[in-house]
């Protein structure tokens, strides 16, 4: 099974796995979330066995939708993270990999920057979904190399960055709109400096 259809894209936090459907031009079809709470307090035997149970459902919802899977890279997704969610996190990826591979499914790894600040910006007034499952379909969407727009944000993001030191460190506006996103961290503290100047 691989990606002609559209994609699944996982994001794994501390207590939930959340998945979400899409279809070939990268719009939402269908979500999951898969809790795991108890996880997180499980002896380290015992935790190996869950993490089997819950890459069996990730793999047994991408075989139901005959689409590919899209993770996190494994270098990437250790990243802050406390030790015991990093090992936690690590494991479950790893199975996810093995099963899918077992079970002829093509599986995806990208690079999940940014997708805490897209999932505050990004789709959450368009679908109703959760902010993880946001970050699941950033993840499936990278898969199918669809990239994510700044949705109105682009003009007041640069106002708010122009007003600021006249400009300065400001990028150029035709920069490619997945690289702006790590400039929306920047928008708020500017915005509230901007207001102290000008009060």
């Known amino acids: 099974m691989g990606f002609g259809k ?5 994001d794994f936090n501390h207590d939930s796995i959340d998945l979400v459907v899409t279809n070939d031009q990268g719009q939402l079809k269908d979500e999951k979330t898969i809790n795991c709470t108890a996880l997180t307090s499980a002896r380290k035997e ?3 066995w869950m ?8 793999v047994n919802y991408a075989k139901y939708w005959h689409r590919g899977l899209v993770i996190e890279r494994l270098e990437d997704a250790a990243r ?3 030790n015991q969610h990093k090992f936690t ?6 199975t996810v990999k093995r099963r899918d591979e077992r ?7 990208v690079n999940p920057a940014y997708t805490s600040v897209i999932r505050k910006h990004g789709y959450s007034s368009y679908y109703p979904i959760t ?8 993840v499936a969407r990278r898969g199918q190399d669809l990239s994510e727009h700044l949705r109105g944000l682009k003009t007041p993001l640069f106002k708010a960055l122009e007003a600021g030191e006249d ?11 997945w690289s702006l996103w790590g400039l929306t961290l920047r928008i708020e503290p500017e915005r509230e400096r901007v207001f102290r100047k000008t009060t």
């Open 6 to 10: 559209g994609a699944v894209g996982v």
């Open 46 to 48: 015992k935790r190996g």
């Open 51 to 58: 993490i089997g149970n819950y890459a069996e459902k990730v």
């Open 80 to 82: 802050k993270r406390s």
């Open 89 to 94: 996190h690590k494991k479950f990826l790893e």
């Open 103 to 109: 079970e002829g499914i093509e599986i995806r790894e």
């Open 131 to 138: 902010i993880h499952q946001v970050a699941a379909l950033v």
């Open 167 to 177: 400009g300065e460190g400001v990028p150029d506006r035709r920069e490619h709109s």
